[in-house]
């Protein structure tokens, strides 16, 4: 991964720590990396929710719109072999 990529994973893990900490009664803690902060803390997002933000995101960036979460899986795994990472590293991930 990218080193902005995992300062920002650590900047989100530190947020849903402080979340988990606050909110502990109410938190429902089953290790998703990108887990609900309304409404049933610490389940995981809706795939529709998902998609919609990166929608909104893609419209703002102008970037074609037609990209989904699961369509950027096959471009990753091509720059990964690009870079020398080993399918055995690849399907871990």
Known sequence: M??????VLKKHKEHQDDLIEKMENEYTQLDFVFAKEVKNLG???????VNTHMRRLLKISGIDKELTPHSLRHPHTSLL????VGVKEISND
């Open 2 to 7: 990218d080193v902005g990529v995992i300062q």
């Open 81 to 84: 072999i690009e870079a020398g």
């Open 43 to 49: 389940y995981p997002e809706f795939l529709k929710t």
